[in-house]
């Protein structure tokens, strides 16, 4: 079986804000919500 392909891939730099926000939390962490806005010259941006 072929194995799928990467459902999202991180920066260092957003990798590092992952793990900050997850060490800062006071409840367990169970995902990441990450939104896409509109914007730009490619009309698209990721939010976490």
């Known amino acids: 079986m ?3 392909p990467k ?3 991180l920066t260092d ?3 590092e804000r ?3 926000l ?3 939390s006071d ?3 169970v995902g990441m919500r990450v939104g896409v ?3 730009g010259c490619s009309g698209m941006s990721y939010l976490m």
């Open 22 to 24: 997850i060490a800062k």
């Open 27 to 29: 409840k367990p962490i």
């Open 37 to 39: 806005k509109a914007t």
């Open 18 to 20: 992952v793990k900050a």
């Open 2 to 4: 072929k194995p799928l």
């Open 7 to 9: 459902a999202i891939t």
């Open 13 to 15: 730099r957003a990798a």
